[in-house]
C-alpha cells in the first residue's frame, strides 16, 4: 500500500471506534448552579470588604456606648439624695469645724450643728442646737442659713454669734460683722422680720416670738471663742454670763443686787477661771468658792 491507502485506512478505523462510543448526556441543575454560583461571588465580596468578626465588635461596641451615654444622661436628671454630717461638742469642751465653703465654726460645749456634705447651687442650710460662733465665708449667689428652733438667720458673708439652747425660751443672735436678716418660722415672706448692724444683739422670744434688738459690748458674747475677755462698762450679770459660757459652769449669787454693778476690766491671756474672780473681787468684795461645775459668791 501507498501512502494514501494506509491513511484512508486508519481514518476508516477511528471512524469505526467513534461510532462505538456512546456518550451520556448530563442533566444539568440551572437553579443550583445559579445559587452555587452567587454565593461564590457573595463570598469573595465579603473576604475583600471588612470581617464579620469586626461588625459583631462593631455592633456591641455601639450598644455599649448607648448603654452609657443613656446612663449618664439618666443620671445627670436624677436628684441625689443629700449625705449630711453632725458634729457634737460635749459638755466642757470646745469644738471647731469646716463646713464644704469654709466657713468656720466653733461650737461651745453641749451644742450640735448638721450639715450637708456639700452645698447645692442656690443656698447653704445649717441647723443648730447650742451655742456656735460663725465666720461665714462671702458667697453673693449663695446665702448661709442657720436653721434654729423658731426662727431663721441669713447671712451672705458675716461673722455673729448664736446661743440658742434648747432648754431655753429665747434665742440671742450677736452680731460682729456684716449683716444678718433674721426670719420667724411663721414667715412666709421674702422680707426678713428684723435686719442687724454690727454692734447688736437679738434676743427672739420663742413663746410670744417677740424680737427685740439692743447694742451691745460683743466682746462678752465671743470671749469663750477666743479667751479674750474685754470687759468696758458692763454689768457684774454680763460678765459672769461670759464667765458661764466660757468655763461650763453655774454661778450662783447670795445677793442678786450684785448683778447690777458695773464693772471695767481685761484678761488678754488665757487666764483661769480663779483668776478672773480673784481679780474681781479686789472691786466687788465678794467671797466665792468653786465646786466642781458650780460657782458660789456671797
Known amino acids: 500500500m501507498n501512502l494514501k491507502e494506509v491513511h484512508r485506512e486508519q481514518k476508516r478505523k477511528y471512524q469505526e471506534c467513534v461510532n462505538r462510543i456512546r456518550f451520556k448526556s448530563i442533566e444539568v441543575d440551572t437553579d443550583d448552579v445559579y445559587n452555587k454560583l452567587w454565593k461564590r461571588i457573595e463570598t469573595s465580596k465579603k473576604k ?8 459583631y465588635i462593631s455592633i456591641a461596641a455601639c450598644i455599649a ?7 449618664l444622661i439618666r443620671d445627670s436628671f436624677l436628684i441625689k439624695p443629700l449625705s449630711y454630717l453632725e458634729v457634737t461638742a460635749l459638755a ?13 465654726v466653733w461650737l461651745n460645749g453641749d451644742s450640735w450643728i448638721r450639715y450637708p456634705e456639700s452645698f447645692d447651687e442656690k443656698s447653704r442650710h445649717i441647723e443648730l442646737i447650742g451655742e456656735g460662733f460663725f465666720k461665714v465665708t462671702k458667697d453673693a449667689h449663695r446665702p448661709f442659713l442657720v436653721n434654729l428652733d423658731g426662727m431663721t438667720i441669713q447671712v451672705l458673708g458675716t461673722e455673729f454669734n448664736v ?11 450677736t452680731l460682729l460683722e456684716g449683716s444678718v436678716a433674721i426670719y420667724k418660722e411663721s414667715n412666709e415672706t421674702s422680707l426678713p422680720d428684723r435686719l442687724l448692724i454690727p ?3 437679738a434676743i427672739y422670744d420663742k413663746q410670744n416670738e417677740s424680737i427685740r434688738v ?4 460683743t466682746s462678752c458674747f465671743v470671749s469663750w471663742v477666743t479667751g479674750d475677755y474685754v470687759f468696758e462698762k458692763v454689768t457684774f450679770g454680763q460678765i459672769i454670763d461670759a464667765l458661764e459660757r466660757s468655763f ?8 442678786k443686787a450684785l448683778k447690777n454693778v458695773y464693772l471695767t476690766a481685761q484678761f488678754t491671756h488665757n487666764e483661769s477661771l480663779d ?22 459668791i456671797e
Do not use: R
Not at 214 to 217: K, R, Y
Open 48 to 55: 475583600i470588604g471588612v470581617s464579620p468578626i469586626w461588625k
Open 65 to 71: 456606648l448607648l448603654c452609657v451615654s443613656s446612663f
Open 92 to 104: 466642757g469642751s470646745k469644738t471647731h469645724v469646716l463646713l464644704p465653703d469654709s466657713t468656720e
Open 163 to 173: 446661743l440658742a439652747k434648747k432648754q431655753s425660751n429665747t434665742i440671742e443672735t
Open 199 to 201: 454692734g447688736e444683739q
Open 214 to 217: 439692743h447694742p451691745v459690748q
Open 248 to 255: 461650763n459652769v453655774k454661778f450662783h449669787l447670795k445677793d
Open 275 to 296: 483668776n478672773i474672780l480673784s481679780i474681781l473681787q479686789i472691786s466687788m468684795k465678794y467671797k466665792y468658792v468653786i465646786k466642781d461645775k458650780n460657782v458660789f
